[in-house]
C-alpha cells in the first residue's frame, strides 16, 4: 500500500490539496482435484465383450458383425478417441476396476484447480476549494480466467486432454462524493455508486477444440456413454465435459444528495436518493457445437446379432 500528496517536482504541487492511496492484495491457493471417470478396458477397447455367465474369452463383436455381413471395422474417429483415452490415462493417475463391470475401469487422477485473485483499491481526494472537496474511489477483484471451472464440473475429462471449460469473474465498484461546505451551518454531500460482478463461463469454448490431433472429434461433441449417462457406474466418460459457454452480471447504480443544516444543538438532513439495478444473461449459442450420441435403433439389422 502506498498514499500521500500527489508532488511532482517541478512540474505539480499537491500537498495539501490531491492525495491519493493505492492498496493491492493478491490471494494464490494452489490446489488440486480429484477427477474420476471411467474408459473401456483393454479387451472392450478391441472388441471384445464379457458379460456375466459368458464366455470366460468374450466375445469378440468385430468377428461376428463379419458373420452376419455387418461392419466389423472399428470407426477410424471414435477407434482414434478410444486410443486417445486409452494412453491419457495410462500416462498419470491410478486406474482400478470397476465392481460389476466387465468391460469398464476407473481412472482416478490429480489436476491443478484454482487460481489467484487480484484485489486493488484506488481512492483519490482533491480540495477543490476550502469549501469543496471531491472523492474517488475504485475497487476491483478479479478471478483469473483460465482455472478449470471446477464449481460447474467443466474441468477436463482426461489428462492433458484440450476440452474443458473456465470461470472468470470481474467484480468492480467505483464511488464518487462532492462534499460542500455552503456555510458555518448548511453541508452538501452528493455521492454516486455503481458495482457490477461480470462472470463467464468456458470464454475460450471453440470448435478447435474438438478438431486438434489430440481427442479430435471432427468438430462435434461424441457422446460415448451413450444412454447410460455421464454419471452412470458402468458407463465410460466422453472427451471432455458437454456445455454451452455463458456469461452473466448484474450491475446496481445508486445516486443520492443530502443536505444538512446545522442550528444550535440540532440537525436537519434532507436528500434523496436514486437506485438502478439491472441484470443479463446472456448464452453464446454460436460457439456450442453440435453433438451425436450413440445407441441402436429399433429396426436396425443389426439387431439380429445380438440376443440375451
Known sequence: RQGGPVYIPGDFDGRGKLFFFFNYEETRQPRTITTENNLLLPHAQNGIFRYPNGPAAGINLYALAARNGQISTPDP???????????????TGVLSPITGSFNTQRLSFQQPAGGPVHYPTIRMDYNLSSAHRLSGTYYRQRFTDKSFDTTNDREADWPGFPLFGTQGSCREAYTGALRSSLGQSLVNDVRVAYSGAPVQFGPYHNPSMYTGTLANQAGVSLGLYASCGNNCSLGIANAGPSFTPSARNATTLNVSDTVTWLKGSHSLSLGGEYGQYDVWLDTYGTRAVPSITFGTTTGDPALAMFTA
Open 77 to 91: 474417429l471414435v477407434g482414434k478417441l478410444l486410443q486417445d483415452i486409452r494412453t491419457a490415462a495410462n500416462s
